[in-house]
């Protein structure tokens, strides 16, 4: 039996259902006795939750009202609220107190008293206090009472001490701020932690004062709190005295748990419901599942006799997806026998490239030599006739071109300011001597590495973009230093310079430079980019008829690239 369970896929899912019926049907006699057990200490722990928040909601809201008393008082010099100044110091306190009553819209009024319960500041809605609250707290205290005379409604009050000396115990208390509170705000936060618990929550003072019975649910609204705590329905729990206020919570033990019951049958409907979904899942992984498999399993075996026959499944899901890739997988396997029969034709074919392409890297290596022995053979010719600029120019123009065609990418600053030197001796016969151009190269960085054939493109933009077309006589100067780890390069010339839009056409091909072959700009930003990465910098500044500054930042170290 255990065989036949391990050879078969439906049994195994069989299996694996039954044992699901089972831990359920368990699961549902436990949760049972458990809802029952549990509903009592389930009650306590609502009450305790609810009496908790509450005791932290009214916590965090009298951190508030003691920090903006703080924030108010901060204004307050007891000892210099002479006439001379005491409108002054009435302005700052009102100026606040309008910011503080328009985030705490609750707060209506705000007195300032000092240690004689003499009124300094009323602010907001006149109010005086009862004669059983004239008197000078030591602490902080909360707590209600019919403050307004023409209002039928009790309102809260804190009271905050405020204290002046050198600190410590030598503190010596200056006065009294109290703030007359809406209760809307209060009420409202404790209505809010009931939530949708069926439960009653009241909130006194030490005058044994009802400020605030809210109750939820099902629970009478004609009922008390001394009714409810002498209730054995229902859960009590109250707080200690905090600021003179007390909360109480009465939590219903059967009210919060009606529900259970009707968890009770849905669970069982579920059951039922779960119990017929299995079934329809093992018929339909027989019929949808397995039965395809064995097919596929049986087209596998045949294929080796017969590589031409295809599955034939017309379906959309992940078995049809199956027989689709292995029907590709065959005429893949079919198209790689085919291609492997013209493999030794292509290898021939690109053998016979890479002959060809050494016969031309071979041909291009010569003409280089043709041409510098050319060069060479003018150089002599000028010599013999004593024309010795002919013969310089040649001689320039030889080692350039022996520079240019260099294998190495990467060159010392001495090379390649020895390049823009020969350079600059052939524009300075060309254009007999109208532009001059310099070289300014600290010997620190002179062995430093940097990228072949790099500057003088740049100096050549600068002769036949700024100078070439100026009447008057030109420079352009190459200055290279070092600035810590990093070497900078820059170009100035004295040229036509280029207008905004221009200029915005020249950064934007730095930013973005194009895909080209050529040695412009767009060839020295990808080569920047290939031998350092990001770790460069490259700007070009320019005026019209004041010339072009193009700077250019990169490390002292570099290493040529694959």
């Keep these: ?53 509450a005791d932290n909601a009214m916590s965090l809201y009298e951190e508030n009202l003691r920090y903006n008393a703080e924030a108010l008082c901060q204004y307050v010099v007891m000892e210099d609220m002479s006439e001379e100044n005491k409108d002054a110091q009435q302005a700052k306190i009102s100026s606040y107190y309008s910011q503080i009553a328009l985030k705490n819209r609750e707060i209506v009024s705000a007195i300032l008293l000092d240690k004689d319960m003499n009124t300094l500041v009323s602010l907001g809605k006149p109010v005086t206090l009862p004669k059983k609250q004239q008197y000078l707290r030591k602490g902080e205290d909360l707590n209600a009472d019919w403050y307004y005379p023409d209002s039928k409604d009790f309102y809260y009050a804190f ?22 509170l809406e209760p809307w705000r209060i009420d409202g936060t404790l209505n809010n932690i009931l939530n949708d618990s069926m439960a009653a929550m009241l909130l006194s003072d030490s005058n044994k004062l009802d400020l605030s019975f809210s109750t939820f ?6 009922v008390t709190m001394a009714e409810l705590k002498e209730n054995e329905d229902y859960v009590y729990r109250e707080g200690n005295w905090q600021n003179g206020i007390r909360i109480a919570v009465a939590v219903s033990v059967s009210g919060n748990s009606e529900g259970s019951e009707s968890v009770r049958k849905l669970i069982m409907l579920a059951a039922i419901l779960i119990t017929l979904f299995l079934a329809i899942i ?39 997806t199956v027989a689709a890739s292995l029907n590709h997988m065959l005429d893949e396997n079919q198209r790689m026998i085919e291609e492997i029969k013209d493999s030794k034709i292509r290898l021939y074919e690109t053998e016979l490239a890479q002959q060809r392409m050494e016969i031309l890297a071979y041909r291009n290596q010569i003409n280089p030599h043709f041409l510098y022995n050319t060069l060479s053979c003018i150089r002599d010719m000028a010599l013999i006739n004593d024309e010795d600029n002919i013969a310089e120019v ?27 030197e020969r350079y600059a001796r052939i524009m300075d016969y060309r254009f007999m001597g109208k532009i001059a151009i310099k070289t300014d190269v600290e010997e620190a960085v002179m062995d430093k590495p940097m990228i072949r054939f ?55 091909e730095i930013n973005n430079p194009r895909e080209s072959g050529g040695i412009g700009l767009s060839n020295i930003v990808q080569r920047l980019r290939l031998f350092y990465g990001d770790d460069y910098t490259i700007t070009a500044d320019s005026e019209i008829d004041k010339g072009t500054v193009i700077r250019i930042s990169v490390p002292d170290h570099m290493r040529e690239p694959g």
């Design 159 to 180: 009271f905050y001490p405020i204290y002046g000396g050198a600190g410590g115990s030598a503190q010596e208390q200056l006065g009294m701020c109290v703030f007359i």
């Design 454 to 508: 790099f500057l003088q493109p740049l100096v050549e933009n600068s002769v036949f973009h700024g100078l070439e077309s100026k009447m008057d006589a030109g420079y352009v100067n190459v200055c290279i230093k070092s600035v810590g780890d990093r070497m900078e390069m820059t170009v100035t010339d004295n040229g036509c310079g280029m207008d905004a839009e221009t200029l915005e056409n020249y950064r934007n």
């Design 1 to 53: 039996m255990i065989q036949k369970i391990r050879n078969s896929l439906l049994l195994q899912l069989i299996c694996i259902i039954l044992a699901v019926l089972i831990v359920l049907t368990g699961t549902l006699y436990i949760s049972y006795r458990y809802v029952r057990q549990t509903t009592y200490n389930y009650a306590e722990a609502l009450s305790d939750s609810l009496l908790r928040q």
């Design 217 to 222: 649910g099902n629970v009478p609204s004609d």
């Design 282 to 320: 093992i018929f339909f992984s027989y019929y949808m599942m397995a039965r395809p498999i064995h097919a596929i399993d049986r087209f596998i075996d045949d294929s080796i006799k017969h590589p031409e026959r295809r599955l034939k499944f017309r379906r959309t899901d992940e078995i049809g």
């Design 394 to 420: 040649a001689m320039a123009l030889s080692d350039i071109f022996r520079y240019a065609v260099k294998g190495s990418n990467i060159v010392t600053v001495r090379d390649e300011v020895s390049h823009i």
